[in-house]
């Protein structure tokens, strides 16, 4: 198992019996093919997000209704909350499923509380997205997808506060150990990437 790789606790019968291959509506049982037929979806319905009017506020309905817009096409549970207790990825350990609407609502209600981060300078909207970025990472709600899903949630909350977030600025090996940090509260990486990735529109 690779240093990233997933560990996901109990039988929740999300993959093919006997195998890591998640149950798919092309019903394609070959890891390989279902990761580029993903890929190919996925980068088309990001397309179709790209040109969504911005939300008026930006909660879990909203992460929720990204998800199951990226990933409906292939997995019945798009936009649900994962099943099951334990999930993990290397050596951080997410949410359990049991808290995860209560801690999606304190960390949404904190979200909007900051007025969704709207009229804040550079500086102090690239922290403060740094800091929800790690507080949704920690959430990982879904079963799949929750990194394509909240850089999505992210970019989109960012042109809301007139800001352009482009992470085809960023190296994803370098977003993916920053994601990790600001997991286990260190934000300082994630800052760093954020400061070539965002712009005032």
């Not at 560990?7 to 990761?35: F, H, M, Q, V």
Request: net charge negative; proline share 1%; charged share 30%.
């Amino acid at each position: 198992m690779g240093k990233y790789d997933y560990t996901y606790g109990g039988s929740e019968g999300y993959c093919y019996p006997g195998t890591d291959i998640l149950i798919n509506k092309l019903g394609i049982s070959d890891e390989r093919a279902l990761t580029t037929a993903e890929r190919e979806i996925t980068s088309l319905k990001l397309l179709i997000l790209f040109d969504k009017p911005a939300a008026k506020e930006y909660d879990f309905a909203v992460l929720s209704e990204i998800h199951k817009t990226i990933f409906g096409d292939l997995y019945d549970w798009a936009g649900q909350i994962r099943r099951g207790d334990f999930f993990s990825k290397g050596d951080s350990i997410f949410c359990r499923g049991r808290y995860i609407m209560e801690s999606a609502g304190k960390i949404m209600g904190d979200l909007r509380n900051e007025n969704f981060l709207k009229g804040l300078g550079k500086t102090k909207f690239i922290e403060r997205t740094a800091f929800y970025m790690g507080e949704v990472n920690a959430l990982h709600p879904f079963r799949e997808g929750n990194g394509r899903t909240a850089r999505e949630f992210f970019r989109q909350l960012s042109l809301s506060a007139n800001y352009l977030l482009d992470f085809g600025k960023t190296d994803n090996e370098k977003l993916l150990i920053a994601d990790i940090e600001a997991f286990n509260g260190r934000y300082d990486d994630l800052v760093k990437i954020l400061e070539m990735a965002i712009n005032e529109k």
